[in-house]
């Protein structure tokens, strides 16, 4: 019996040919993310799945995955796994990390400039017809360069995030879980989260979701920061409380906010935060480059290359999971 590979969605470039090479492929071609019944029906016989952020891969989907030997997300993040579930089966867990980090770290940058300097009101100004005449207070933002920018979460991506301040003559402060030896390096100070509300002019999200993270940005949070601070997110949605956030933008406690993330995800079109003038929204672009996206895509192939071949993944959620080798 070949190898079988369910791939919930068509990956870029030669991702499937690549993919056709190891094993017997049960592509999803539908435009949208695979439906949860379609997913649950197709993963049965399948020795790898190449999944997608919008896939749920928990005990119901293990359950009926017997032959399941990995488990390859075309994401840095993780956090649609169950990977305490996936270690227990002793299935390893892949992910895309490295390849998207500059990237994602010029989305914030764009979200940064686009929110603080309030480029989407000034899109719809001219869109709308009511550019007449150039006017000395018109649509007054705040400047980036020479601000204090804070950093929640500094790995890789807020790492990136810092090098591109510097460029814009920033004073950069962070928080995170662990403290890193390369913020002295990089000319950034470690505050504690509270600190960095306080200071900060524009706050940049670039945590993982966990337990601790989900909803660390709350009312709580929102009534410590400064009320013209820009709050920008590019790691996950439900990093924030939506309806604290779209309350914090609405009554002034909060200058503006850009987002590449958000909760619910996708956003209705009716939702509060695509009408708030002082929300810059856009919808979850931030890896998405041609040569990004394209890298991700083999990566995602290399990690199940990996696992059938019995060796390490390139880069595993779980590396204490050793991968069992499946045959051709």
Known sequence: MSRRILVTYR????????????????LWEGDDAMPRDELLARIGSADAIYSMLTDTIDEELLDVAPDLRVVSNMAVGYDNVDVAACTARGIPVGHTPNVLTETVAD?????????????????????????????PGL????DVHGATLGIVGFGRIGMAVAKRAAGFSMRVIATSRRRSSRAEDLGVTQVDFQELLARSDHIVIAVPLTQETRHMFDENAFSAMKPTATLVNISRGATVDTDALVKALREGKLGAVGLDVTDPEPLPGDHPLVQ???????????????RTRHAMANFAVDNIAAAFAGHALRA????????????A
Request: aromatic content about 10%; proline content about 9%.
């Open 11 to 26: 990956p870029p470039g030669d991702a499937v040919d690549r993919l056709s090479d190891l094993g017997e492929l049960d």
């Open 107 to 135: 989305t914030a940058f764009g979200l940064l400039i686009a929110a603080a300097r309030r480029f989407g009101e000034g899109i719809d100004y001219v869109r709308n017809d009511q550019w007449k005449r150039w006017e």
């Open 139 to 142: 649509l007054w933002g705040s």
């Open 276 to 290: 708030l003038p002082n929300a810059f929204v856009i919808p979850h672009l931030g890896s998405s480059t041609a």
């Open 316 to 327: 595993a959620v779980n590396p204490e999971v050793a991968p069992r080798p499946v045959e």
